[in-house]
């Protein structure tokens, strides 16, 4: 786990280090690929990060895959992100996570309904009170982290 760090001028000289992990996103997103999120950050975050939802994308359906380390045992989330913004509360991700976003069924998100999606999105992340809730049943301290980098990184 990487540590991000910034320095706040108040009274004193603060440090304030958030940790970051991270996670892969797959599939149906305008940039698949390896992303970082801190710990105060989750699956709108990433999902932001990975430039929003392409066109045809499953909003419905998204898997988030986990697995922990000391075995080869895999959890397997399906998040309905509708349910996110109706809740106000987003889904921290673990580290070495992966996110699959697959087509609708019927076609998925496109045209003016997918443009607004990806508003949702972003208009989600810039918000200051958005809390972030566990996946029940991961023990976040011993999940993978494929992605770790070694010290030569």
């Not at 509708?82 to 809740?87: K, R, Y």
């Not at 301290?141 to 030569?152: G, H, M, S, V, Y």
């Amino acid at each position: 786990m990487k540590l991000a760090c910034s320095l706040g001028w108040f009274l004193l000289s603060t440090v304030v280090c958030l940790a970051e992990v991270h996670v892969g996103i797959h599939g149906l997103v305008n940039k698949p690929g390896i992303h970082s999120v801190s710990e105060t950050q989750g699956l709108l975050d990433l999902l932001h990060a990975a430039g929003g939802l392409a066109p045809n994308a499953n909003s419905n359906s998204i898997r988030i895959v986990t697995q922990d380390r000391s075995s080869t045992k895999k959890t397997v989330f399906e998040i309905d992100v509708h349910s996110v913004f109706a809740d106000k509360i987003d889904y921290e991700l673990p580290p070495g996570a992966n996110v699959f976003v697959s087509s609708g069924f019927l076609g998925g998100l496109h045209g003016e309904e997918l443009k607004q999606f990806n508003a949702s999105i972003e208009q989600f992340v810039a918000r200051d009170d958005k809390k972030l809730k566990k996946l029940k049943g991961i023990d976040y301290a011993n999940t993978a982290n494929a992605f770790r980098k070694t010290p030569a990184d």
